[in-house]
């Protein structure tokens, strides 16, 4: 795919996502003409809150609110670029921002990080960038190359199974144990793709301490960066029986100038308010046949092995590079 992008401070460049990559079973693509309709992010979600009336979620047998089911993902335009853009192609609609604080819904990254931020930006694609720098480093998206890139399970559909002390995340490519039991974090030393989670439950909400990050990854397929000084907090609320309320906040005062913020709504299968006919952005279409098959509706895993040995050889081929992290200055 490529995408024409417009970013802060950056000259338009074209970006080729996802290369080679081959979605999971829920990640299929959709298709979307430009007729003008922008899909909703973190400002429409927030405006659909507030109307919300209040409300108790279930409860499992040890107490805690009952997150358990499967959860679509937080838009119908993915992970391609989480700020706010325009219509790109049939495959990224115009879609609002996913990042609910600052309120221009922007990352706020420093002079410097922001320098690094449109390095990436204007090397995604070799030949298509009107940048005049020829020897430009070249990257593509580190799901490419079957790198699960994500510090977090909020854009991809999911199931939430819980334990007494714990909360598993079961997505199409992987899984994450949060453990709930008050056990001490890791040693500062040990870095993760997604980092290590420590969850505890603050009233009806699921509080989740990422630490530990790599630093490898991105929080979307355009390069919008993290490093391995980020910390995040995710809040995963139950607002209604078919709706999770889900905020992450970001700290790095190596790259970013104030911690920020994404918010947006994980929603059951097929539920949501309609957007563009009966397609329902963020969430997901189960099998119809499940009363045939009891397994229709499970996540069963999509394998993508890191290092698949087509993929790499055709991305060196054009030029990318394995994007290798972003170290801020001392």
Known sequence: ???????????????????????????????????GTTLPG???????KAELPPYSPP???????????????????????????????ATTPAQESFISDPSDGRV????????????????????????????????????????????????????????????????????????TDGRDAMNDDVKFWFGSSRGHWEGDTLVVEVNNLNGLGWFDMSGLYYTENTRMVERWTRVHDDTIDYEVTIEDPSVYTQPWKMNFAKRRPGTGPNTRGSRVPGAVTLNARSVENPYAGERWEAACYEGNAPSVRALRELGFQWFRGVHPPE
Request: net charge negative.
């Open 108 to 179: 706020p990254y420093t002079p410097w990080g922001m320098e690094k931020r449109n390095e990436i930006l204007v090397g995604l694609v070799q030949g298509w960038s009107d940048s005049e720098d020829e020897q430009a480093r070249l990257y593509s998206s580190p799901f490419a190359y079957c790198l699960d890139f994500m510090p977090m399970f909020s854009f991809e559909t999911i199931e939430i199974v819980q334990r007494p002390s714990a909360v598993i995340m079961l997505a199409g490519t992987t899984y994450r144990v949060v453990p």
């Open 42 to 48: 973190a400002p429409s979600w927030q405006r659909e």
């Open 1 to 35: 795919m490529m995408h024409r992008l417009r970013a802060t401070s950056c000259r338009p460049t074209v970006l080729l996502l996802g290369l080679l990559a081959v979605p999971g079973p829920g990640l299929g693509q959709a298709f979307w003409a430009d007729d």
């Open 59 to 89: 409860r499992t047998p040890d107490g805690v609110p009952d997150l358990q089911g499967i959860w679509g993902g937080g838009s119908a335009d993915g992970t391609s670029y989480l700020e706010e853009h325009e219509y790109l192609d």
